[in-house]
């Protein structure tokens, strides 16, 4: 009997992404695995039943779907769907495989519980960034969106136009933008605000960023600080001491005096967002002017942001954003089954199921496994917060 994987509908509050698209179910019965998809599951990325059925996939009630597969993908594990998660917790059998974004460095409580379950746990966002891994990089993709999303946002909140124009009432100049963190969603948001027409700057404490920034048409400023140690080995950027914030605030004060739009993306995987943007600065910027923060979601660069809300300061809007790829679903969700699709291709072939720990990627992705939190970060974490492990518990 083929190994079959299971896509049930996300039940996050707000949540329109699915799993697997119908290309990607295509993908998988290459591997010799069956899907099946719970009704509606991708309605609301703009994938009705019938595409699925017309990709060989089946429809089925949630219960079946979880009781049908050895394999569950999700956008939200238990972890990133704190409440609604919980629900699916009597549906999971041991032995299951999970694979989703679960928050694993922050809702360890539901690492804890995946174990407890006796599922294996395979959380997207522990993706090891090295060349073999770029294709699973859900992180990335999701990211690629939020940068985007966030661009447009920024352009209708802003009381201005984006691009310079030569008009019969005279020229209209160009706004003038500038992106803080220079990742995957900061040059996204770059690139947009470009093709929109504004003149844009951004920063980043990355050296590395510098090229990619003036790649993109935008101009890199220059800090007068000591950056070294701020990225990690997989090229994320790295918590920095109180000192260097301070520092960086400050000399930042001056760029984003004369900016209309700031749009901050700095965050640090496993760890609150440093603030980047004190109230006294959101003050410097003039009436109308416009932050978003993308990163509001991990308590936001700026200290005004309210996840989820608009904030008025000063006549500075201050918008905190949550979920943005989710805005943007079918493409969103195309980019994460594509993510998943690659990933399960390590561990299937020919229909059978291989955990090869061996490999950095399944190794590191890997947060639970036979009644076990794996993951060293995670079982670490666990004791911090006084957690015990699944199996210290039985």
Known sequence: MALTIGVPRETFPGERRVALTPRSCDALGKLGAGVVVEESAGVEAGFPDELYLGRSA??????????????????????????EGLADLPLLRPGQIVIG????????????????????????????????AQSMDALSS?????GYRGALLAAEALPKI??????????????????????????????????LG???????????????????????????????????????ARAMDEQFYRRQRALLTEVIRDQDVLITTAAVPGKKAPILVTAEMASAMSPGS?????????????ELTQPGETVMHQGVSILGPLNLASAA???????????????????????????????????????????????PRVSELLNMAGVAPAGERR
């Open 142 to 146: 999701m990211a690629t969106i939020a």
């Open 198 to 236: 504004a003149v844009v700057s951004a920063y980043d404490v990355r050296s590395a960023a510098k090229e990619q920034i003036e790649s993109l048409g935008a101009k890199f400023v220059v800090l007068d600080l000591e950056t070294g140690g701020s990225e990690t080995q997989g090229g994320y």
């Open 58 to 83: 089946r429809i089925a009630p949630r219960a079946e779907v979880f009781r049908q597969s050895e394999i569950i993908v999700q956008v939200r594990a238990l972890g990133a769907n704190p409440r």
């Open 290 to 302: 416009v932050i978003v923060d993308i990163a509001a979601e991990r308590g936001g660069n700026c």
């Open 329 to 375: 679903p079918f493409h969103a969700s195309q980019m994460y089954g594509s993510n998943i699709a690659a990933f399960l291709k390590l561990m299937v072939k020919n229909g059978e199921l291989t955990i090869n720990r061996e490999d950095e990627i399944i190794r590191e992705t890997l947060v639970t496994h036979e009644r076990e939190v794996v993951n």
């Open 101 to 132: 974004f679960g928050e694993p460095l922050t809702a360890v409580e539901g690492a804890a519980e995946l174990a407890k379950a006796g599922v294996s746990f395979f959380a997207m966002e522990l993706m090891p960034r090295i060349t073999r």
């Open 162 to 195: 984006f691009p310079m124009l030569m008009t019969a009432a005279g020229t209209i100049t160009a706004a003038r933008v500038l992106i803080l963190g220079a990742g995957v969603a900061g040059l996204q948001a770059i690139a947009t605000a470009r093709r």
